[in-house]
């Protein structure tokens, strides 16, 4: 897998000014297929792991290289996966601590002109 240059930009850029640089700095993230979306609507998948970059990646699906804010939309909330989960939150859930985030990044207008 490789990353996706602007996607990489985008991701960096999040992590300084909404996670204060506690995400893994250097993660993969690209534009790939791997979900069934006649039966999920999926827009990305996260991978998290302890090991920060080392085992970290997002992936977005192909389709939403043309809606950017769709795509920037979907790389908040594989962020918001990665904070819940060195928050200690269960992979892949959308729990409360990951709900917290999507909530402190709304309220503080990291969606603002992309939602
Ligand atoms: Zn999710």
Not at 39 to 59: A, D, E, F, P, Q
Request: glycine share 6%; hydrophobic share 40%; charged share 25%.
């Amino acid at each position: 897998m490789k990353s996706d240059h602007y996607l990489n930009k985008k991701y960096k850029i999040y992590n300084r000014v909404y996670f204060r640089n506690r995400l893994p700095r250097n993660i993969c993230v690209f534009y790939g297929e791997g979900y069934c979306l006649e039966k999920v609507h999926v827009h990305g998948i996260t991978r998290c792991t302890m090991k920060g970059c080392c085992g970290s990646w997002i992936r977005i699906i192909p389709e939403l290289k043309e809606m950017k804010c769709v795509a920037f939309m979907s790389l908040l909330h594989a962020m918001c996966h990665l904070k819940a989960l060195y928050a200690g939150e269960v992979y892949l859930n959308h729990g409360w601590k990951w709900q917290r985030e999507m909530k402190r990044l709304a309220n503080i207008g990291a969606f603002n002109n992309i939602w």
